[in-house]
T-cell receptor, first 113, second 115 residues
Framework: SQQGEEDPQALSIQEGENATMNCSYK?????LQWYRQNSGRGLVHLIL?????REKHSGRLRVTLDTSKKSSSLLITASRAADTASYFC?????????????FGSGTRLSIRP | ETGVTQSPTHLIKTRGQQVTLRCSSQ?????VSWYQQALGQGPQFIFQ???????GRGNFPPRFSGLQFPNYSSELNVNALELDDSALYLC??????????????FGAGSRLTVL
C-alpha cells in the first residue's frame, strides 16, 4: 500500500511558470524525500527534509514539511521543458534511518514549451 | 564511483515460469531495496536487504524472494510468474547508517513482461 499520496495526479504548465505538488502521508516519519522519474527509467533523488525541519531549498526546488498535517509540498520555480517527469514523495515510516522507504503514487508533470 | 546496475534490462516470460533479476550496488552502499512499479503507479516496496539478511518486507507473497551477497550485490527471484507480475522492477542501494537517512540510488530497472 502507498504511504503517501500526491496531489494533483497530473499537472500541465507553461515553461517558465512555477509548479507545486503536494504530498500527504499517514504515519510518523523520520524524514520525507522527493524523487523524480523520467519515463520508464529509474528514480533520482532530489531532496530530503527531516521531520524537525519545516522548509528546505535546493536550486530551483523548495520543499516544505508540516508534520502536524502530515503533508509536504514541492515547488519547482521557473520550470523548464526538461522538468517534464513524474515526481514522487517518499517517507520512512519510522524513526530509524534504515527504515524502508515507501513511495506515493506520483504527480506527472508536463511542461509546455 | 559506479552507480547501480541492473540486468537484464528487458525480458519476456510466460506464466508459471521463474525469473531472476540481478543488481549491483553503488560503491560504498551496503543496503539494497527492491521495488515493483506497475505502469502509471508508484514503486511498491518488495523487501530490503542489509548484511545479507532480509531487513523488512512489503505486502508480497513468498514466491518473491531475494538474496544479498558479501559484495552487497543482490538478486530478486520470482517463482510461478503471474500476468500481474508484469512491471518495472527497480533496485536501489543505500548506506543509511552512515548517511543518517535511507537515501536511495536507483538502477534503471528491469522491465518484465509475463505472457
Amino acid at each position: 500500500s502507498q504511504q503517501g499520496e500526491e496531489d494533483p495526479q497530473a499537472l500541465s504548465i507553461q515553461e517558465g511558470e512555477n509548479a507545486t505538488m503536494n504530498c500527504s502521508y499517514k504515519t510518523s516519519i523520520n524524514n520525507l524525500q522527493w524523487y523524480r522519474q523520467n519515463s520508464g527509467r529509474g528514480l533520482v533523488h532530489l531532496i530530503l527534509i527531516r521531520s524537525n525541519e519545516r522548509e528546505k531549498h535546493s536550486g530551483r526546488l523548495r520543499v516544505t514539511l508540516d508534520t502536524s498535517k502530515k503533508s509536504s509540498s514541492l515547488l519547482i520555480t521557473a520550470s523548464r521543458a526538461a522538468d517534464t517527469a513524474s515526481y514522487f514523495c517518499a517517507t520512512g515510516p519510522g524513526y530509524s534511518s534504515a527504515s524502508k522507504i515507501i513511495f506515493g503514487s506520483g504527480t506527472r508533470l508536463s511542461i509546455r514549451p | 564511483e559506479t552507480g547501480v546496475t541492473q540486468s537484464p534490462t528487458h525480458l519476456i516470460k510466460t506464466r508459471g515460469q521463474q525469473v531472476t533479476l540481478r543488481c549491483s550496488s553503488q560503491s560504498g552502499h551496503n543496503t539494497v531495496s527492491w521495488y515493483q512499479q506497475a505502469l502509471g503507479q508508484g514503486p511498491q516496496f518488495i523487501f530490503q536487504y542489509y548484511r545479507e539478511e532480509e531487513n523488512g518486507r512489503g505486502n508480497f507473497p513468498p514466491r518473491f524472494s531475494g538474496l544479498q551477497f558479501p559484495n552487497y550485490s543482490s538478486e530478486l527471484n520470482v517463482n510461478a510468474l503471474e500476468l500481474d507480475d508484469s512491471a518495472l522492477y527497480l533496485c536501489a542501494s543505500s548506506s543509511p547508517l552512515t548517511a543518517g537517512a535511507n537515501v536511495l540510488t536507483f538502477g534503471a530497472g528491469s522491465r518484465l513482461t509475463v505472457l
